[in-house]
T-cell receptor, first 106, second 118 residues
């Protein structure tokens, strides 16, 4: 299947700082999905990006899909403690990998 | 149903025993997925179903693991002769459509079954 690398694996920020996680694929993706899993919870769908260069916003979250449809990013502005969790991207085959674990210090 | 339902929510079993984990997907969802998640780790893909068929079983860790889906609905993940390394949370998800190579529509996850092998 398509190989996707998600970086970083861990990120610890001070509340109010920004946070970005990246998904990079070696091949062109049809689309990409992002999920969030809170500690002790189950993954929850955040968004799907389909078009080349697409940018979508959800409040403080900004999702981008690269022009070549080989990479994607999730950016959180002014993190809050409610943002804590692991963020996963899906590379079209529902295999998520390790994700990026975000911790936020109040 | 309203969401993906998994049972039991917790299971403690003795090493060597068999266990069955159940997943009730959202009604009408053709695709169903099983994952294993060890403490602090990512989602390990086990198997997916397209209707009642499992096109790709390569994620199953060993031949002690098997899964089936009947009636295009309920799925059961069976672990035979459980080992301590099988201890983990087993998550099930379903989605309306999955097309290999294209991806899935939004997937909904259940709360998981926490399996502890003692």
């Amino acid at each position: 299947g398509q190989q996707v690398m998600q970086i970083p694996q861990y990120q610890h920020v001070q509340e109010g700082e920004d946070f970005t996680t990246y998904c990079n694929s070696s091949t062109t993706l049809s689309n990409i999905q992002w999920y969030k899993q809170r500690p002790g919870g189950h993954p929850v769908f955040l968004i799907q990006l389909v078009k080349s260069g697409e940018v979508k916003k959800q409040k403080r979250l900004t999702f981008q899909f690269g022009e070549a449809k080989k990479n994607s990013s999730l950016h959180i502005t002014a993190t809050q403690t409610t943002d804590v969790g692991t963020y996963f991207c899906d590379n079209n085959d529902m295999r998520f990998g390790a994700g990026t674990r975000l911790t936020v210090k109040p | 149903g309203a969401g993906v339902s998994q049972s039991p929510s917790n299971k403690v079993t003795e090493k060597g025993k068999d266990v069955e984990l159940r997943c009730d997907p959202i009604s009408g969802h053709t695709a169903l997925y099983w994952y294993r998640q060890s403490l602090g780790q990512g989602l390990e893909f086990l198997i997916y179903f397209q209707g009642n068929s499992a096109p790709d079983k390569s994620g199953l860790p060993s031949d002690r693991f098997s899964a089936e889906r009947t009636g295009g609905s309920v799925s059961t993940l069976t672990i035979q002769r459980t080992q301590q390394e099988d201890s983990a949370v087993y998550l099930c998800a379903s989605s309306l459509v999955y097309i290999q190579g294209k991806g899935s529509t939004e997937a909904f996850f259940g709360q998981g079954t926490r399996l502890t092998v003692v």
